[in-house]
């Protein structure tokens, strides 16, 4: 557990450091999302906007359920990678996010996504929910045209 958070501190210690505009919190075996690193970031950026988390939020091969509220507050987040990860229910907030342009959530247990939220939001170009036993309703959805490009598999 111990060796966990050093990783993640280290990587957000990186992030802000370097100015770079992504946060990789890939494989630090996560379950939950350390909120502590939106107060981090927010209390050592003065440019927040650029900052925080500006363009990917990579944390794939976790063990996360949900995410916080807080993520719906990060400004010019464009791409976020959930993959293989253990929700089983699409995280909403994400919804919120009016500048998300691509929603990675493969090989998660989601059984529904909300194609038409999904598919009326404004920047969304594509979304990847294979390897998820999508229910029949949802699979059905997911086979109409959209704005946004859905990726499934079909015989989740």
């Given at each position: 557990?111990?060796?966990?958070?050093?990783?993640?501190?280290r990587?957000v210690?990186?992030?802000?450091?370097?100015?770079k505009?992504s946060?990789d919190?890939?494989?630090?075996k996560?379950?939950?999302f350390?909120d502590?690193?939106?107060k981090?970031?927010?209390?050592?950026a003065?440019n927040?906007h650029?900052?925080?988390?500006?363009?990917?939020?990579?944390?794939?091969?976790?063990?996360?359920?949900?995410?916080?509220?807080?993520?719906?507050?990060?400004?010019?987040?464009?791409?976020?990678?959930?993959?293989?990860?253990?929700?089983s229910v699409?995280?909403?907030?994400?919804l919120?996010?009016?500048t998300?342009?691509?929603?990675n959530?493969?090989?998660?247990?989601?059984?529904?996504?909300?194609?038409?939220?999904?598919?009326?939001?404004?920047?969304?170009?594509?979304?990847?929910?294979?390897?998820?036993?999508l229910?029949?309703?949802?699979?059905a959805?997911?086979?109409?045209?959209h704005?946004?490009?859905?990726?499934?598999?079909?015989?989740?």
């Amino acid at each position: 557990m111990a060796d966990a958070v050093a990783k993640v501190a280290r990587r957000v210690n990186d992030t802000v450091e370097e100015g770079k505009d992504s946060l990789d919190l890939s494989n630090c075996k996560l379950m939950n999302f350390p909120d502590g690193v939106f107060k981090v970031l927010k209390s050592v950026a003065e440019n927040i906007h650029v900052v925080m988390l500006a363009d990917n939020l990579d944390l794939h091969c976790n063990v996360l359920t949900k995410l916080p509220d807080a993520v719906a507050d990060v400004e010019h987040l464009k791409n976020i990678d959930l993959a293989n990860n253990s929700f089983s229910v699409f995280p909403e907030k994400l919804l919120e996010i009016p500048t998300l342009e691509t929603i990675n959530l493969e090989g998660n247990t989601i059984t529904e996504i909300p194609v038409e939220r999904l598919s009326a939001m404004p920047a969304l170009k594509w979304i990847n929910v294979k390897s998820n036993p999508l229910d029949k309703d949802t699979l059905a959805a997911v086979q109409t045209p959209h704005k946004c490009e859905i990726l499934f598999t079909a015989d989740a």
